[in-house]
Structure formats: C-alpha cells, structure tokens
Nanobody, 117 residues
Framework: QVQLVESGGGLVQAGGSLRLSCAAS????????MGWYRQGPGKERELVAR???????NTADSVKGRFTISRDNAKNTWYLQMNSLKPEDTAVYYC???????????WGQGTQVTVSS
C-alpha cells in the first residue's frame, strides 16, 4: 500500500520561503507522475506543480518563477520549494502520485501553509 507523508508546512511572512517534502513508502519509480496541489479557503483544489517519471515538469502560472518542484529518487521523496510567498498562497498543500500500473491516484494528508501579510 502506498503512503505519502508530507512535511514542511507552517506560518511564514510574505516574501519568505518554505520547502515542502513528500516521502513515499517505497520507490517513486512506481509512479507516472508526482505533484503538489493546494486548496485555499473557500476555493477548489488546484494543481501547483507536477513532475512526470520522465522529468517533465509543469507549474501553475500563479506560482511560476516562485515555486519549484524537484525529486530525490534515492530518498523516495519529492519537494516543493516555495519562494517569495504571498498571502494568496495560503492553503492546505497536498502531495499526490499516480501509479504506473493502475493509474490510481494517491494523496498525502495535507499540510497547512499560512502566509501573513
């Protein structure tokens, strides 16, 4: 069974940085894609950034140039580096992965990021 455990959220002032981590229980080579989504207060969940097994990344326009997704295959972990944070980045951030075998999606439990103005 796949488990994803997030860490790194917290409270930060506008302009600050945070790095989120998502650790998978087992090899991330099982996944077609890995990514980060977020859900702000009163908003729908939205894609933040995603990386495929081939290394192709895509990033939401709202965070482009500020957020970077990366992965460490040896640690079975992927990251979201968030710089120049804005109050509108406040949300619960979820990591997710898509199985190569089944296309099933797996989700982490979510981690709160709060950016104060």
């Amino acid at each position: 069974q796949v488990q994803l455990v997030e860490s790194g959220g917290g409270l930060v002032q506008a302009g600050g940085s945070l790095r989120l981590s998502c650790a998978a229980s087992g090899s991330i080579f099982r996944f077609n894609a890995m990514g980060w989504y977020r859900q702000g207060p009163g908003k729908e969940r939205e894609l933040v950034a995603r990386v495929t097994s081939g290394g192709t990344t895509n990033t939401a326009d709202s965070v482009k140039g500020r957020f970077t997704i990366s992965r460490d295959n040896a640690k079975n972990t992927w990251y979201l580096q968030m710089n120049s944070l804005k109050p509108e980045d406040t949300a619960v951030y979820y990591c997710m992965a898509v199985s190569k075998l089944s296309d099933r999606e797996y989700w982490g439990q979510g981690t709160q990021v709060t950016v104060s103005s």
